[in-house]
């Protein structure tokens, strides 16, 4: 066993050593299992605590250095063991390998397979307090993992896992100030879809309320008017802004959904929209409260929806959602 431990970081870069020791710690676990249920409130049988030794041996040599963490934590096979280690380990050790990673998360989290290390020891652990370290550390780089092909599935698992109203309250207005880099690339936009969707409602309306913006110059064939229009109205006809639209439209309260409809309907073609391939479906959002009368094919709009300025092509008076 010895021999075992002191090969830690050998056996774990290797295509057939990683087996070996995902066994090594399958078997000790199970031990540990049965032991656990003999004691019946005696005391711990020595193989048990043999048993313990063991796995803080590996975990002594995976933390020996930083080297060492990095290697088998960014590797095919290594990744694989640091996780089954993890979780089967006494959770007050898990802090050994964030204070190894801190400072240098960022790094492990746009790796293949470092990424998926440090969503496990965010499942592991109980509890926000005791990911505070590696929240604060994700926070401090939001945009750059959200818009990464790897580091978004840890800001992902943070937005699953996390339910402190201050990291929560973080979240919503660092969204909230990049909303727009968030919004219109391919990675990030499925990040901020995750959030509307799993965020308690006064931080989902941070961010809505960010999307319901001021204008900028902007020009389309498809706008009905090239004069400065709402970002609202420019996610309609993004490629990837587009999804995220469609969800705050899909998440928000009534009210909200009604304000963004009369922010946006008087700045686009409606009856361009199935060009689009998200078209249908974007209309169909927007209506989504309307009421139907005379059939399916008959829609009653709003009643401030009903008026010449939603198909003006000179209207520049559109309603303030702040």
């Known amino acids: 066993m010895s021999s075992m431990v002191t090969s830690f970081s050998t056996l774990c870069q290797d295509k057939y050593g990683f087996r070996t020791l995902l066994k090594l710690v399958n078997i000790v676990t199970t031990l540990e299992k049965e032991h656990e249920k003999k004691r019946k409130g005696k005391e711990k049988p020595s193989q048990e605590l043999d048993s313990l030794r063991l ?15 990095n290697k088998c934590s960014c590797n095919l096979y290594g990744n694989l063991v640091v996780q089954q280690l993890m979780q089967n380990m006494p959770k007050e050790w898990l802090s050994l390998i964030t204070r190894k990673l801190s400072g240098k998360l960022y790094g492990y989290c746009v790796d293949p397979f470092g990424s998926h290390v440090v969503q496990t020891i965010m499942d592991c ?54 909303i727009k880099v968030l919004c219109c ?52 006809t993004h490629q990837y802004g587009n999804y995220v639209l469609q969800t705050a439209l899909e998440v928000c309260s009534q009210e909200t959904h009604e304000k963004l409809v009369k922010l946006i309907l008087p700045h686009i073609s409606e009856a361009d929209l199935p060009r689009f391939p998200w078209g249908k479906k974007l209309r169909k959002k927007l209506h989504m409260y309307d009421q139907v009368i005379e059939g399916k094919e008959s829609i009653h709009l709003h009643p401030a929806l009903i008026s010449p300025t939603t198909s003006s092509l000179d209207n520049t008076n559109t309603p303030n959602l702040l």
Not at 55 to 68: F, S, V
């Open 55 to 69: 796995k803080r041996a590996l975990l002594n040599e995976l933390c020996a250095n930083d080297e060492i963490l």
């Open 125 to 178: 652990y109980d509890n926000d307090a005791q990911r505070s370290d590696i929240y604060d550390e994700v926070l401090s780089k939001i945009v750059g993992l959200s818009t990464n092909v790897r580091g978004n599935y840890v800001v992902q698992k943070m937005l699953t896992l996390c339910q402190s109203p201050n990291v929560l309250e973080r979240i919503s207005k660092l969204f909230s100030n990049h």
């Open 185 to 236: 690339h391919k990675i990030s936009s499925n990040v901020v879809q995750l959030a509307l969707r799993s965020l308690p409602a006064p931080y989902r309306n941070v961010i809505i309320a960010s999307i319901c913006q001021d204008s900028k110059s902007y020009s389309n064939s498809f706008l009905a008017t090239s004069k400065k229009i709402p970002f609202s109205a420019q996610l309609t």
